[in-house]
């Protein structure tokens, strides 16, 4: 017999069924044995009967919660008064006939079944397949796998292509802290994991693809925050060619906006067409760039969508922009060095570049910031007056020789987006931490707990890289 999910067996009243999975709870009731069973599709009661077979009344005597096992049985209707609201399978259970034990289990170092558990996250990290098998981890992981499709076919029925850009890149000045990746082959120099593929999409456009999409893997070697994972994280990355700004919002608020109904019809959205709102009053009213505009705070399921455009094309130079430009320099760019100022604001970059407004747009939700973006600088003469404002040497703009060197050869008006996967689909999860919608997340302190990561590496290894590490306590 072919074994059929639980969420199947529920429409097979009167039938025997082959059912595989998990051991959920299990409890005597006199001489029946009762337990959940659980598999990707839910949870099902089984009853062993005292008539069961030899072997299953064993195996019922020794299954305890997380055994593997297999169950042949009828399912049948609950007895009136014994069913289960709560359950999709409540209204069924399967009578056992057979029962094998497929794998044991050791008892799990938290509950999986309980929907309150104390677990702290150290243990759930460490025991992260233990901790998916959650319930509320599972719907959230299989939303975030939702929400991919969702945009996929989205954006490929609109012509998009989707591009798979390098994991092994270059170490360019672009914003944050790189990840380096020895190289073996050329003793002493250093691949980067990208920060995003900014570098890469404006590039596409340079050869002419107009409309590239990713679900981009970006590597920041920051400090955590709060609603940002260290390490690496998900942006669904969008690049298009002769567009303007309003093409950009358009495409990515029909795409959101249909989403949410078509994945998550109990969410209402505070506003439709969203408010697009200029960063000079949105600063004046609300006093921060990410405004919370739901009506009800309290409301779960109230989605405040909002845009934010015509940023300053720069901020004050911080310690932190020190990847950026100088760390000596006045000014640091307010999104990334390759955001396009306004035209009639050009004049500006000259005589008080403070007041320069930009192509830049943030897509706020909830009072959080879930993507950015911007038209692009496509004039060689306007990236270098940036640069120059942001203090770069002549070396730091060696580094991006190649994609000046590219806007040699036609390159197209362009601009795009990357709304961050990985809090877009928390918040819709309606997950406070970043970290419940992520597989495998590293903690606040960027380790995995569950795979030992970051770990030492042999004195071999090294050797091969010409690495010798100087001092561990640092
Ligand atoms: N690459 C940018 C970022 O990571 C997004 C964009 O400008 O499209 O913020």
């Known amino acids: ?52 077979d030899e072997a299953a009344l064993q195996a019922a005597k020794e299954i305890r919660p997380e055994f593997v096992v297999a169950v042949t049985g009828k399912v049948q209707a609950r007895k009136p008064g014994s069913e289960n609201d709560k359950l999709a399978s409540g209204k069924v ?29 150290e243990l759930r990290l460490k025991y992260r397949y233990l901790d998916l098998r959650h319930e509320r981890m599972t719907r959230n992981i299989k939303l975030r796998s939702d929400v991919i499709r969702y945009v996929m076919d989205y954006l490929t029925d609109r012509d998009f292509t989707y591009i798979q850009t390098p994991m092994l890149s270059k170490s360019t000045p672009e914003g944050a802290r790189d990840y380096l990746v020895p190289s073996r082959v050329h003793r002493g120099k250093f691949f980067a994991l990208p920060q995003s593929p900014q570098q890469y999409k404006q590039l596409l456009m340079v050869a002419g693809f107009e409309r ?61 067409p969203w408010p697009r709102l200029k960063h000079a009053d949105v600063m004046q009213q609300y006093g921060t760039d990410k405004p919370d505009l739901r009506k009800d705070k309290n409301n779960a399921n109230e989605l405040a969508f909002a845009w934010v455009t015509d940023f300053p094309l720069f901020t004050e130079q911080t ?42 747009h943030d897509l706020v939700l909830n009072g959080l910031e879930v993507g950015g973006g911007s038209l692009r600088i496509h004039n060689t003469a306007v990236q270098e007056k940036v640069w120059n404002l942001i203090g770069f040497s002549t070396e730091q703009k060696q580094q991006f020789a190649h994609l000046i060197e590219a806007f040699t ?14 809090r877009l689909v928390s918040i ?42 100087s001092d561990k306590s640092e």
Request: proline letters at 7%; one cysteine or more.
């Open 93 to 121: 259970e399967v009578l056992a006939e057979s029962l094998e034990i497929i794998n044991s289990a050791k008892t799990p170092p938290f509950e999986i079944d309980n929907e309150e558990r104390q677990a702290n996250e």
């Open 409 to 422: 050869y036609g390159v197209p008006p362009h601009g795009g987006i990357a709304p961050g996967l990985d």
């Open 212 to 272: 590239y999409f990713q679900i981009a893997p970006c590597f920041r070697d920051e400090d955590a925050r709060a609603d940002r994972s260290p390490g690496e994280f998900y942006q669904i990355d969008i690049e298009m060619s002769f567009v303007e700004q309003a093409d950009i919002l358009d495409l990515t608020e029909t795409m959101f906006s249909s989403m949410v109904k078509k994945l998550f019809p109990k969410k209402r959205l505070t506003f439709e």
């Open 319 to 360: 310690k932190e922009d020190f990847f950026h430009g100088s760390g000596k320099s006045k000014w640091a760019p307010s999104h990334h060095m390759f955001t396009r100022p306004k035209e009639e604001d050009l004049p500006l970059l000259d005589s008080d570049p403070g007041k320069v407004r930009s192509y830049q």
């Open 428 to 469: 819709l999860c309606g997950e406070k931490n970043i970290r419940e919608v992520i597989a495998f997340p590293l903690t606040g302190d960027v380790r995995d707990p569950l795979m030992g990561a970051p770990a030492e590496v042999s004195a071999e290894q090294l050797e091969e890289l010409g690495i010798k590490i």
């Open 1 to 52: 017999m072919d074994r059929i999910f639980i969420g199947d067996a529920i429409n097979k009243v009167g039938e025997v069924v082959l059912l595989k999975g998990w051991v959920h709870a299990r409890r005597n009731l006199g001489k029946m044995v009762f337990f959940d069973l659980r598999d990707r599709t839910g949870l099902m009661q089984v009853v062993v009967p005292p008539k069961a």
